[in-house]
């Protein structure tokens, strides 16, 4: 962190989750990849794990803060399911279809600005 940047507070779980679904995404088929589908999947996955709030020092060990990998796998693994089952848009018909147009995969945490 540099003299001129402000700690914030940030939600180590937070970059995890993004992270795990992202991978999950890009590992099977089974997903919607849509944005909206991305962004509940995240929210709900969120939602079930404690959170762990922490001011962010731009050092390298703030990454290891957070739940474990495993419960960020099963919560993540659960939300996908859970949205897959009820998404909130029409499924495709076409194999491949990622779903309604949708802006590029940004998400903004603003629960944790300090």
Known sequence: MSFFTRPRIRNANYD?????VDKMLSESDRYCRCHRCRLDASALA????PPHYYVDSGREDDKSLGSSW???EIA???ALERVNSAP????PDIAGHDGPEAPPYVV???GTEG
């Open 16 to 20: 995890k989750v993004l992270y795990y």
């Open 46 to 49: 969120l939602n079930t794990l």
């Open 76 to 78: 993540v693994r659960e």
């Open 108 to 110: 903004v945490d603003t």
């Open 70 to 72: 495993i419960l960020i």
């Open 88 to 91: 909130h848009h029409e499924r």
